[in-house]
């Protein structure tokens, strides 16, 4: 399988969320029993497969009240609807650099940092509607990137005696921008998080 469709499996929280409401119903209303519903409820909660997650609810009525239940998701993120640059270095030797606020980002981020700090903030910036790429070289150095919730992130990285860590939760939105971090760390660090405004 391709990373893409790969991606374009991957089950969004909102219908995780949704199937697992759906569950519950069933099972209060005697449609389940004990076993069969703890078992697709673990399902539920680990599966990374979209067609995995809707199966688990084939044949099973459908909550009346659900819909009411389920706000509507809204986004928390700007899209640049402008003219989006190609390249947008940024760089930090024995330095610190911190890009956040409203901006603009490029297509491409080139991102150095060697014995300093570089402190990406994505939550008020204006997206690119396609595929930001951050790439990253961290040698003895730091690099931190906040992403708004609602984007695909997809980490990619190698640590050499350093490390890449990513806490973002891996849903996938295929009408939402992607953040794509990859590079690599050599005594230093990666940092990539999801974060509210």
Partial sequence: MDTLQKYNDKPTKKLRDKIIEQLKHNYTQDNLEIDDFEK???????????????????GLPENPELEKKQPEVTTTYNVNKGNISR????????????????????QSIP???????????????RLNPGITNIKVVAIFGGVNITVPEGVNVEVHG???????????????????PTIRISGVSFFGGVDVKIKRK
């Fill in 40 to 58: 697709r409820l673990e399902t539920a909660n680990h599966t990374q497969s979209t067609t995995e997650l809707m199966a688990l609810v084939k």
């Fill in 87 to 106: 390249s947008m270095p940024i760089v930090a030797i024995f330095s610190g650099v911190n890009k956040r606020g409203l901006w603009n980002p490029a």
């Fill in 111 to 125: 991102t150095i940092s060697i014995f300093g700090g570089v402190n990406i903030d994505l939550r008020e910036a």
């Fill in 158 to 176: 190698i640590g050499i005696f350093g490390g890449f860590s990513d806490r973002t939760t891996g849903e996938y939105d295929p009408q939402a």
